[in-house]
T-cell receptor, first 117, second 112 residues
């Protein structure tokens, strides 16, 4: 059981280049999230999805796009990378909140470290 | 002002010390709080959660919420070098989406 897997783990881009981060989860979770983590800023939500085919903006969505074509995958795209997007990106997933018993547990991947020069 | 504030530290203590980690929050509507632990170069993992006011204990860890002062605390007794990590407090935003607001995280080092 792999949990949440992110690829790639490391990437260096030049300003203006594009790339896609892939997140895959094997827990059949409905909800998926992309966060970025920067020193002194904590984790900030970029985009999220509450089900296959649905996406929504989080706190810091500018410069990013996402897609959730399959329930197990959540893709984060950077169309034209900027140095301000240098960060560690975390994907997370959670089971549906319908009903009771949600503990607030998000299951995180190990992160993707992106440097934009 | 961030909705959840946390002193980033770093905090360094000797092995065996009692550690107190704290967060403040601004929205009195927040009722559910979590502590996540993040080891270096790893993703965060849920450590504890607590609802509304009061204490919750799990082994060496105690989570405490004081709603009157909007203050969240995590106490670690008999701290161990393996407790060295970044600790993040979090709370759900409004709505049934599982979105969490995180504090900045406090980095803790427990020295042998």
């Amino acid at each position: 059981n792999a949990g949440v897997t992110q690829t790639p783990k490391f990437r260096v881009l030049k300003t203006g280049q594009s790339m896609t981060l892939l997140c895959a989860q094997d827990m059949n979770h409905e909800y998926m999230y992309w966060y970025r983590q920067d020193p002194g800023m904590g984790l900030r939500l970029i985009h999220y999805s509450v089900g296959e085919g649905t996406t929504a903006k989080g706190e810091v969505p500018d410069g990013y796009n996402v897609s959730r074509l399959k329930k197990q995958n959540f893709l984060l795209g950077l169309e034209s990378a900027a140095p301000s997007q240098t960060s560690v990106y975390f994907c997370a997933s959670s089971y549906s909140l319908e009903g009771s018993g949600w503990t607030g547990e998000l299951f995180f991947g190990e992160g993707s470290r992106l440097t934009v020069l | 002002q961030k909705e959840v504030e946390q002193d980033p530290g770093p905090l360094s203590v000797p092995e065996g010390a009692i550690v107190s980690l704290n967060c403040t929050y601004s929205n009195s509507a927040f009722q559910y709080f979590m502590w996540y632990r993040q080891y270096s170069r790893k993703g965060p993992e849920l450590l504890m959660y607590t609802y509304s006011s009061g204490n919750k204990e799990d082994g060496r860890f105690t989570a405490q919420v004081d709603k009157s002062s909007k203050y969240i605390s995590l106490f670690i007794r008999d701290s161990q070098p393996s407790d060295s990590a970044t600790y993040l407090c979090a709370t759900p935003t409004n709505g049934n989406t599982g979105k969490l607001i995180f504090g900045q995280g406090t980095t803790l080092q427990v020295k042998p």
